[in-house]
């Protein structure tokens, strides 16, 4: 699990995972995984079709507890005679991946004729459905009536992908990726608190060149952002990154936008800030670049007594508050090795920010590359914070929070 996945409010949460007949069924085993990795609590149904490819002992095997199969197993009668109305009591969302043609007949339609659909049926809460069949299956007018119901029920789809299936057709029908289904599930279980707002972050380093090979930037590995981005994410925002060089990856579901240089940044920030309603702004912008020495690779002979001169790139942040508008809200962060306190409140007026959260990168277990961090918080209400170390999760689950305060 990639490290901005793992928030603390998802632990105890209880998923129920419905696994229908696919060649894709494998990939449930996976889903398990992923909400046990993200401390959830994981029951399944494995269909009797889905039984064929993949064995109840294996989603049992990898923790899933209970794992429903047919609707007069004994062995689930054993356990509740109410199988089929359980996950509707105890989960607090139910994930459908893979889901066949046939199931999604049933659950557009209310047909309740196994264990899975009576359990689908008897659940009130957020459903996540995940198709995964032949191309032509998935085009057939009837799946389309289908999936548009389900659509119309509330039913929270996870699109197939398009590409070659195993069949050897090529088209719509392959399982969406298992990052993306997992991440639907998370925000079923999250908050939405963010919905409706634009969200802005910016990331990592920036990469300033000096020669054809050559360029100053830093060790920022982006994590604080991915961590901002994904928590708003999950709460409903709509999410753009505008990221530096990192090996992050992010959902299909946020926009992205690759920079190199603050120049870069700075331009793509000026122009998306005024369709946002909010700017966060985590990246470690190079605060100069290198003049450079031009279009050739500096070859070593000519390095005799080598000098490199800097010019100040753009405070992008700075640029921001100067065009902020009374409904736009700026959050900053501020790396410091001293006086963290007075340096966060400066910073805070000099950019015209709401919220300020400074940490002191010289500490171990804060700063650059660490999963956790050590932050003051600051807001111009005046409110201070003195967190502990948190992981970057948290704090960033608490800095949305802290800036609904308003
Ligand atoms: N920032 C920015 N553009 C810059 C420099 C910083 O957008 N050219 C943003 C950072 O993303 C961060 C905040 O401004 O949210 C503070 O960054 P920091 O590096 O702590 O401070 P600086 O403003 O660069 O000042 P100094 O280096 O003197 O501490």
């Known amino acids: 699990m990639q490290a901005h996945y793992g928030f603390a409010g998802f632990m105890g949460k209880r998923v129920h995972l419905g696994v229908c007949g696919s060649i894709a069924a494998y990939r449930a085993l996976d889903l ?29 095997g990898l923790g899933a507890s209970p794992v429903y199969t047919g609707m007069f197993d004994a062995a689930t009668e054993r356990e509740s005679a109410f199988g089929h109305l359980e996950p509707g009591q105890t989960c607090e969302v139910m994930v459908i991946a893979p889901a066949s043609a ?94 409706g707002k634009r969200v802005m972050v910016t990331l990592g380093p920036t990469r300033e060149p000096w020669d054809a090979v050559r360029f100053w930037s830093n060790p920022s590995s982006g994590t604080m952002g991915a961590c901002m981005a994904m928590a708003a994410y999950l709460r409903g925002a709509e999410v753009t990154v505008v990221a530096g060089p990192t090996a992050l990856s992010f959902p299909s579901g946020m926009s992205v936008v690759q ?27 190079a605060d100069f670049r290198p003049v450079l020495y031009g279009p050739d690779k500096f070859k070593k002979e000519q390095g005799d007594g080598l000098h490199v001169d800097f010019v100040p790139n753009p405070d992008i942040l700075k640029g921001l508050g100067v065009s902020k508008q009374g409904y736009q809200r700026l959050i900053g962060f501020a790396a410091e090795t001293r006086n963290i306190k007075s340096e966060a409140s400066r910073k805070l007026k000099s950019k015209n920010l709401d ?45 949305w929070d802290h800036l609904l305060l308003d």
């Open 32 to 60: 398990v995984r992923a909400f046990l990795d993200a401390d959830c609590m994981v029951s399944a149904t494995v269909t009797d079709a889905a039984a064929r490819f993949v064995t109840p002992l294996s989603f049992e």
């Open 259 to 285: 920079v190199q240089t603050a120049q870069q940044m700075n331009a793509a920030c000026q122009d998306l800030w005024p369709s946002m309603d909010v700017a966060c702004a985590t990246a470690a912008v």
């Open 355 to 399: 919220l300020i959260a400074a940490n002191d990168v010289s500490r171990e277990g804060s700063g650059f590359g660490t999963a956790t961090n050590q932050m003051y918080i600051l807001d111009k209400a005046g409110r201070q914070e003195s967190w502990p170390k948190l992981p970057k999760t948290e704090v960033a689950w608490r800095l």
């Open 102 to 195: 046939n199931t999604i007949a049933k659950l557009a339609n209310g047909l309740a004729d196994d264990m899975l659909s009576c359990q689908a049926l008897a659940f009130a809460g957020p459903k996540v459905v995940a198709p995964a069949m032949n191309p032509r299956m998935w085009a057939n007018p009837v799946t389309r009536r289908n999936w548009d119901m389900l659509e119309k029920l509330g039913f929270i789809g996870v699109v197939p992908e398009t590409g070659k299936v195993a069949c050897g057709d090529t088209g719509t029908g392959r399982l969406a990726p298992v990052e993306e289904i997992f991440l639907a599930g998370l925000k079923a279980l999250s908050p939405q608190d963010l919905n």
